[in-house]
């Protein structure tokens, strides 16, 4: 029991976070609660596989497995301009190289492109260019013409916030662990007691169902959306080997490139399910490796059983829908906060790792202005290109990692 206990701690501490990516996507894209429930569904099943993929044939760490922010961007983009079926695609491709990559030892290789300086600001891109969307989230008037729902709206985002930041900054121990879930709880409790929340989707769902193969329809092979969501690939790469170093170290368990190359190998086979089951990308997941700091309880059967709840869960429909019923302004509260602290991971990496010489701040500056600034291209300019150099072009993540890098070995080259 004790086993299971610590298992569902796991689940608790990765929970907010991993629900929030298909949350925030099945919205950004427009998708009805119905099927935000389907995404959701597939997402934890997913994670569950993943999981375990780690855990035996990967790096065999205890570590987690969840859905990585680093897609957000690239999910949101395909999902609106080429659709879902396309979605899968990306996936498969992307999770098939990622497989291949770490299988032929590959990552040394990548690591020298991605230097902390690259690394540093392409994470600061891919918190700080959802602050639009965070902010939708935040003042949706829940269809309400009239805006009488704008004090409701504000009034539970900002409860949803204070409370994510209160729980951070002021909560020791297991809590610590866990203020995304608690604050989406009090956020979507407000809610109820506001009549904001319709469980109409919930009333209609079974108890119990199997997740779908292939759910949006057979994948699309799109190479405008392969190519973007490549881009979100190697950050998760660069994120994961980051994290099996530290649960190397929390745990006293030796690293080497062999465990590396197969926890990469591991990642990418989980990707292309999720690819197939409809779901969003998967990566290692730090809080869980704060969780097992916290706890001092390395043990891979502990996050084996963490991963078996997860799939139980995917099995409840109703489940599933409770959590697609989450109004926006409980999801704008957390995302505020999350895509912040993301912003700020890129920057305390920059800080720690990075000598702020004249090179490293031209790179740093360039590719922050041109990140942010790709996305606001004119359509009459984008329209000049070919549709697959024009999805580049405005897809802020991908615009800043290429500056970064091409910058930082021009300027190697030079030196």
Same mark, same amino acid.
């Given at each position: 029991? &004790?086993?299971? +206990?610590?298992?569902?701690?796991?689940?608790?501490?990765?929970? @907010?976070?991993?629900?929030?990516?298909?949350?925030?996507? *099945?919205? +950004?894209?427009?998708?009805?609660? !119905?099927?935000?429930?389907?995404?959701?569904?597939?997402?934890?099943?997913?994670?569950?596989?993943?999981?375990?993929?780690?855990?035996?044939?990967?790096?065999?760490?205890?570590?987690?497995?969840?859905?990585?922010?680093?897609?957000?961007?690239?999910?949101?983009?395909?999902?609106?301009?080429?659709?879902?079926? +396309?979605?899968?695609?990306?996936?498969?491709?992307?999770?098939?190289?990622?497989?291949?990559?770490?299988?032929?030892?590959?990552?040394?290789?990548?690591?020298?492109?991605?230097?902390?300086? $690259?690394?540093?600001?392409?994470?600061? #891109?891919?918190?700080?260019?959802?602050?639009?969307?965070?902010?939708?989230?935040?003042?949706?008037?829940?269809?309400?013409?009239?805006?009488?729902?704008?004090?409701?709206?504000?009034?539970?985002?900002?409860?949803?916030?204070?409370?994510?930041?209160?729980?951070?900054?002021?909560?020791?121990?297991?809590? &610590?662990?866990?203020?995304?879930?608690?604050?989406?709880? $009090?956020?979507?409790?407000?809610?109820?007691?506001?009549?904001?929340?319709?469980?109409?989707?919930?009333?209609?769902?079974?108890?119990?169902?199997?997740?779908?193969?292939? =759910?949006?329809?057979? =994948?699309?092979?799109?190479?405008?959306?392969?190519?973007?969501?490549?881009?979100?690939?190697?950050?998760?790469?660069?994120?994961?080997?980051?994290?099996?170093?530290?649960?190397?170290?929390?745990? !006293? !368990?030796?690293?080497?490139?062999? &465990?590396? /190359?197969?926890?990469?190998?591991?990642?990418?086979?989980?990707?292309?399910?999720? @690819?197939?089951?409809?779901?969003? @990308?998967?990566?290692?997941?730090?809080? /869980?490796?704060?969780?097992?700091?916290?706890?001092?309880?390395?043990?891979?059967?502990?996050?084996?059983?963490?991963?078996?709840?997860?799939?139980?869960?995917?099995?409840?429909?109703?489940?599933?829908?409770?959590?697609?019923?989450?109004?926006?302004?409980?999801? *704008?509260?957390?995302?505020?906060?999350?895509?912040?602290?993301? @912003?700020?991971?890129?920057?305390?990496?920059?800080?720690?790792?990075?000598?702020? /010489?004249?090179?490293?701040?031209?790179?740093?500056?360039?590719?922050?202005?041109?990140?942010?600034?790709?996305?606001?291209?004119?359509? !009459?300019?984008?329209?000049?290109?070919?549709?697959?150099?024009?999805?580049? #072009?405005?897809?802020?993540?991908?615009?800043?990692?290429?500056?970064?890098?091409?910058?930082?070995?021009?300027?190697?080259?030079? /030196?």
């Amino acid at each position: 029991m &004790k086993k299971i +206990a610590l298992g569902f701690q796991h689940v608790l501490a990765m929970f @907010g976070a991993t629900v929030t990516v298909p949350l925030v996507v *099945g919205s +950004a894209i427009g998708l009805p609660l !119905e099927q935000i429930a389907v995404l959701i569904q597939a997402v934890l099943l997913t994670m569950g596989i993943a999981t375990i993929l780690q855990t035996t044939i990967g790096s065999k760490f205890p570590i987690v497995q969840g859905s990585s922010f680093a897609f957000i961007p690239a999910l949101i983009y395909i999902g609106s301009s080429v659709g879902l079926a +396309a979605v899968e695609g990306a996936l498969i491709v992307g999770g098939i190289l990622e497989a291949i990559t770490g299988a032929f030892g590959l990552i040394g290789k990548l690591k020298k492109l991605f230097t902390p300086v $690259v690394t540093g600001v392409t994470i600061m #891109l891919v918190g700080f260019s959802l602050a639009s969307t965070a902010m939708k989230y935040t003042f949706n008037f829940f269809g309400d013409p009239t805006g009488a729902s704008i004090p409701y709206a504000a009034f539970v985002a900002l409860l949803t916030f204070f409370t994510t930041v209160i729980i951070t900054l002021k909560s020791k121990g297991t809590l &610590k662990t866990m203020p995304v879930v608690i604050g989406a709880t $009090v956020g979507y409790l407000a809610s109820i007691a506001l009549g904001l929340v319709d469980f109409t989707l919930v009333a209609s769902l079974p108890f119990f169902s199997l997740p779908q193969l292939m =759910p949006w329809g057979m =994948p699309v092979f799109n190479a405008d959306a392969i190519i973007i969501i490549l881009f979100a690939f190697l950050v998760s790469i660069i994120e994961s080997v980051g994290d099996y170093h530290a649960i190397s170290t929390i745990s !006293e !368990e030796p690293i080497d490139n062999k &465990k590396i /190359n197969k926890g990469i190998t591991s990642e990418g086979l989980s990707c292309t399910i999720a @690819g197939l089951l409809g779901g969003c @990308g998967t990566t290692s997941y730090s809080e /869980n490796i704060g969780l097992v700091a916290l706890t001092k309880v390395s043990s891979v059967q502990v996050v084996q059983i963490g991963a078996i709840i997860l799939m139980l869960f995917s099995l409840i429909p109703k489940f599933t829908g409770i959590l697609a019923s989450i109004p926006g302004p409980v999801l *704008g509260g957390l995302t505020i906060a999350l895509y912040g602290m993301i @912003g700020l991971t890129g920057l305390k990496l920059i800080k720690d790792k990075v000598e702020l /010489n004249d090179k490293n701040t031209l790179v740093l500056a360039s590719a922050l202005i041109v990140g942010l600034g790709s996305p606001q291209l004119p359509a !009459e300019f984008l329209a000049h290109f070919p549709k697959i150099i024009a999805s580049i #072009l405005e897809s802020g993540m991908a615009m800043g990692a290429i500056t970064a890098i091409v910058l930082d070995q021009l300027f190697k080259i030079k /030196n």
